[in-house]
């Protein structure tokens, strides 16, 4: 039977999400990872490098999560309002992105700002907000 890389990345990933929002960071075992995801630990470190880069692409799957589910429809105000409302909504039901954030805000404080993949990854959703707001033009500036 063939190896299916991408479904065992994807429950390494489910596995990791759960540890991580659970033991954040710092106290999260590439052995409890492996062990609910039912793959070798060896996996975690072929696929993903070490446990801080899993962690990355765990925060990284949630944003991108995030940022398909709950999108900004029409323009104005009123567009703005019913966005925030559904992301409050969204985070009040799954609260795995706030609190994979809240862990790495805490254990790695100065590192999570001005992160370009960040960034990159909800250029979209900002653009978003900016066409929702007639009138305002975007301001660039180097990330």
Known sequence: MAWD?????????EAATAEFCQFGLAGARVDR???AAGVN???IYQYFGKKDLLFDAVIASQLSKVVDEVRIEGAGPEALADYAGR???HHHQDAT?????????????EYVVNRPD????CRNKVD???RAMPGRPRKTRPI
Do not use: Q, S, Y
Not at 5 to 13: F, G, I, P, S, V
Not at 118 to 121: D, E, I, L, P, V
């Open 5 to 13: 890389t991408e479904r065992t990345k994807r429950l390494l990933l």
């Open 33 to 35: 990872i492996a062990a």
């Open 41 to 43: 630990k060896e996996r």
């Open 87 to 89: 992301l409050f909504d």
């Open 97 to 109: 992105l706030p609190r994979l954030l809240f862990w790495e805000g805490l254990e790695r404080g």
């Open 118 to 121: 960040r960034a990159a990854n």
């Open 128 to 130: 978003g907000v900016i």
